[in-house]
Each structure stands twice: as C-alpha cells, then as structure tokens.
C-alpha cells in the first residue's frame, strides 16, 4: 500500500472501466484513495472488493489497515481475522494482526501471531522485533533478548529494536553491553531521542555523571520540555559536586514541570545538602500549597522538620 497513490489510480482507472468488478483494481484503488485522505470512498471500494472476492486476504488486511489508523481497533481486528482465516499463509495479516494486538496490551495474541509470522517467514526482521516486543512486556527478558538479536541479525538498521535491546541489557544489568546498542542506535539514528534519553540513565546508573549530562542535554536540545531529563542533569550536577549549577537546573526543571514532585523534592533534598533547611521547607511548602496531600513531598516535608 505505498506509492505514489496518483500513479495508482491511472493503473486503476482503464482496469475499472472495463471491469468495474475487478477485485484487484478496486483493492489498488480503495489503498490509493485512503493514502490521499479519501477515508469513506477508500473503505467502500475495499469492500466492493471483498464484495466479489470474499476471501481477499491482502484486501482484508488492507482493509484492517485503513481502520486500524481510524482508531477503530475492533473493526481493525475483525478484519485482520477475516484475512487470517482467508488465507492461513498470508504472513502480513498475522504481522498486521500481532502489532494490533501488542498496541492493544494484547501480548498473549501478539505472541501467537508473531511465531505464526516466523513460522511463514523466518526472516521477518519486524516480527522478531514485534515479538520481543510481547517478551518484554511480558517480563521475559532473555526471550526479548534473543528476539531482538534476530531481528537485528536480519535487519541491522532496525534501530527501534536496537534501542529496546539496550533497554533489555540495562533490566538484566548488563550496563556495558546497553551502552553499546544505545551508542549502535545513535551511529545510526542521531536524533533517536529514546535512545539518547536511554543511554544518559544508563550512564547515570554506572556513576559516568558528565557524560550522563551530555546525554540529557542532547534530549534537551531536541525536546525542551522533557523535565524527566532536566531534573536528571540536575541530579547529575549535584552528583558531581556541581551544587550551584544543581540548584538552577532543578529550578528550570519545575520552570517546564510545575507539578513534577520528585523534582521539587530532589531539589528540597538539595537544600538539606547546602545546609538550607528553612530553603527546603520552603520547597516543599511552595508544591503543597498549589498539590495538598501528595505523599512523596508531605513525607520529605517531615524529613526537612526532623
């Protein structure tokens, strides 16, 4: 279903004049209509489609596709089953299927419709990557590691599942190796901002503070209101020794995040460091006067009288 949408209706066109029930050319037509945002006139000519070719499973699926994008997830599914059961070969219907379902917080279908993928095609690099995916959600860290090595081992420039493996070493603790595939990632994609923000908390997690900041700070650059990296380069400054430059990077952190509690109690803890304690009480005073009875702050608050 990619192309030049244009190109395809003018292949269409002449194939429907004279044979205005030809599956093919009304599947082709109804894809190239939803591509220009023609959404009603495109379901109804895959449909006309299935019409006369009930066991269409590329219109099926197509027509899965075009729902799945609407938002209409049940229709979505419906269709992407029809396919299935239409043509039990047809790999894209399982994959299409998989991914719907995984977005869906479905990982026990994924899974199934993932290995069913591999099954077809076991070079699917995207269904490696999809069922590592379903592993990982479901806590099985060593089989989303070895999904995500087969998807790699067919498609090296995968850099989602690149970044996802490094996520999978820093949970099993295998910081170095995570450090690799971020880096990996990065050669890659240098504005994979995921992989970016990743890589900062694995190197903050192993004590490498300035090179932690550098990370956060390239998230910044492109994303300026991630206050979860803005309060990490805080962190980082005070870790450092840097406490001066901490104190400002956590006050620019509540700048982008008003109702971030863990920064106003980083920052109160700060505080405490710097021999402050009326400061941080001020701090904590200040977030509960506009977020009474958050408990993360109420219990620092106690900490700060002590």
């Given at each position: 279903?990619?192309?030049?949408p244009?190109?395809a209706?003018e292949?269409?066109?002449?194939?429907?004049?004279?044979?205005?029930?030809?599956p093919?050319?009304?599947n082709?037509?109804?894809?190239?209509?939803?591509?220009?945002?023609?959404?009603?006139?495109a379901?109804?000519?895959?449909?006309?489609?299935?019409f006369?070719?009930?066991?269409y499973?590329e219109?099926?699926?197509?027509l899965?596709?075009?729902?799945?994008?609407?938002?209409?997830?049940?229709?979505?599914?419906?269709?992407?089953e029809?396919?299935?059961?239409?043509?039990?070969?047809?790999?894209?219907?399982?994959?299409n299927?998989?991914?719907?379902?995984?977005?869906?917080?479905?990982?026990?279908?994924?899974?199934?419709?993932?290995e069913?993928v591999?099954k077809?095609?076991?070079?699917?690099?995207?269904?490696?990557?999809g069922?590592?995916?379903?592993y990982k959600?479901?806590?099985?860290l060593?089989?989303?590691?070895h999904?995500?090595?087969?998807?790699?081992e067919?498609?090296?420039?995968l850099?989602k599942?690149?970044?996802?493996l490094?996520?999978?070493?820093?949970?099993?603790r295998?910081?170095?190796?995570?450090?690799?595939?971020?880096?990996?990632?990065?050669e890659?994609?240098?504005?994979?901002?995921?992989?970016?923000?990743?890589?900062?908390?694995?190197?903050?997690?192993?004590?490498?503070?300035?090179?932690?900041?550098?990370?956060?700070?390239?998230?910044?650059?492109?994303?300026p209101?991630?206050?979860?990296?803005?309060?990490?380069?805080?962190?980082g400054?005070?870790?450092?020794?840097?406490?001066?430059?901490?104190?400002?990077a956590?006050?620019k952190?509540?700048?982008?995040?008003s109702?971030?509690?863990k920064?106003?109690?980083?920052?109160?803890?700060?505080k405490?460091?710097?021999?402050?304690?009326?400061g941080?009480?001020?701090?904590?005073?200040?977030?509960?006067?506009r977020?009474p009875?958050?408990?993360?702050?109420?219990?620092?608050?106690?900490v700060?009288?002590n």
């Amino acid at each position: 279903s990619q192309g030049n949408p244009h190109q395809a209706f003018e292949i269409c066109r002449p194939i429907l004049i004279a044979d205005p029930n030809n599956p093919v050319a009304l599947n082709l037509a109804g894809v190239a209509a939803f591509q220009v945002g023609l959404t009603e006139e495109a379901i109804d000519l895959v449909e006309t489609a299935l019409f006369y070719a009930p066991d269409y499973a590329e219109a099926h699926t197509n027509l899965g596709n075009m729902f799945a994008q609407l938002n209409r997830f049940e229709d979505a599914e419906i269709s992407y089953e029809n396919a299935m059961q239409s043509d039990p070969n047809y790999s894209e219907a399982f994959f299409n299927f998989g991914s719907l379902m995984e977005t869906n917080g479905n990982q026990g279908k994924a899974l199934i419709a993932f290995e069913k993928v591999l099954k077809i095609n076991p070079e699917h690099a995207a269904a490696w990557h999809g069922l590592g995916n379903s592993y990982k959600s479901l806590q099985q860290l060593i089989r989303a590691k070895h999904a995500y090595k087969k998807a790699l081992e067919m498609d090296p420039s995968l850099v989602k599942a690149r970044t996802n493996l490094a996520a999978v070493f820093h949970e099993l603790r295998e910081f170095d190796l995570a450090i690799e595939q971020c880096e990996k990632a990065l050669e890659l994609s240098s504005d994979l901002v995921e992989a970016r923000y990743n890589l900062g908390t694995i190197l903050q997690e192993v004590g490498r503070h300035t090179e932690a900041i550098e990370a956060y700070e390239k998230v910044l650059l492109a994303q300026p209101t991630n206050a979860a990296a803005a309060m990490n380069v805080a962190f980082g400054l005070q870790q450092i020794g840097h406490l001066d430059e901490a104190v400002d990077a956590f006050l620019k952190t509540i700048e982008i995040d008003s109702g971030f509690a863990k920064a106003f109690v980083n920052l109160a803890d700060l505080k405490l460091q710097l021999g402050d304690p009326r400061g941080a009480l001020s701090v904590c005073d200040g977030f509960l006067d506009r977020h009474p009875g958050n408990t993360s702050v109420l219990a620092f608050r106690v900490v700060v009288l002590n």
